[in-house]
């Protein structure tokens, strides 16, 4: 089945900082990814849709200065979340839809980034 | 805006008791229709979806759901759990669009005693 992988798997970053997040797809193209943040025994919030080529589309509440979206390729979608501070201490997930498949598919996860602001 | 309502938020069950959990979802046109698992530490993984055709799916696991469009439901059973099924479980929809995001509901732990 299609791939998709995350980088890295786990970030421990000061306050202050900006960590950027990889998103890839190993063995399909999308035109289209998907980024999701999660909280501890929360389900998956939606935070923006990734355009290769274009500008993301973020979700109601979610700061675009803040949550930068780049998707520079047919494989490959970044989020760097800029001056982090505790609070953005979360679980991160991208997703991804292979673009050749017809218009029913299904998305393929990342095995997501769990971030640590301390 | 599409939305997904999950009824039960923690199920406690003893292994080979039936299982159904709720799951409603709000919009108006086309939808595909997911469950997913996610076990202790690991990642989502695909249960079983629903685009067209026989609204009685089967996933993996023995897992099925059930698609009733006249009650915007898709309702996921199996008729044994074993302890291994202790995970959570998010009921997710899409627009129909292959590019359209997915919204998933809140989530159902699932413990399953042994």
């Known amino acids: 089945g299609a791939v998709v992988s995350q980088h890295p798997s786990w970030v421990i970053c000061k306050s202050g900082t900006s960590v950027k997040i990889e998103c890839r797809s190993l063995?399909?193209?999308?035109?289209?990814m998907f980024w999701y943040r999660q909280f501890p025994k929360q389900s998956l919030m939606l935070m923006a849709t990734?355009?290769?080529?274009?500008?993301?589309?973020?979700e109601q509440g979610v700061e675009k200065d803040k949550f930068l979206i780049n998707h520079a390729s047919l494989t490959l979608s970044t989020l760097t979340v800029t001056s982090a501070h505790p609070e953005d201490s979360s679980f991160y997930i991208c997703s991804a839809t292979p673009l050749s498949t017809g218009a029913n598919t299904e998305a393929f996860f990342g095995q997501g980034t769990r971030l640590t602001v301390v | 805006a599409q939305s997904v309502s999950q009824h039960n938020h923690h199920v406690i069950l003893s292994e080979a008791a039936s299982l159904e959990l709720g799951c409603n979802y709000s919009y108006g046109g086309t939808v595909n229709l997911f469950w997913y698992v996610q076990y202790p530490g690991q990642h989502l993984q695909l249960l079983l979806k629903y685009f067209s055709g026989d609204p009685l799916v089967k996933g993996i696991k023995g897992f099925e759901a059930e698609f009733i469009k006249s009650k915007f439901s898709f309702n996921l059973r199996k008729p044994s759990v074993q302890w291994s099924d202790t995970a959570e479980y998010f009921c997710?929809?899409?627009?129909?669009?292959?590019?359209?995001?997915?919204?998933f509901g809140k989530g159902t732990r699932l413990h399953i005693l042994p």
């Open positions: 990734s355009n290769e080529g274009s500008k993301a589309t973020y």
């Open positions: 997710a929809v899409n627009a129909g669009n292959r590019d359209d995001k997915i919204i």
């Open positions: 063995d399909f193209q999308a035109t289209t």
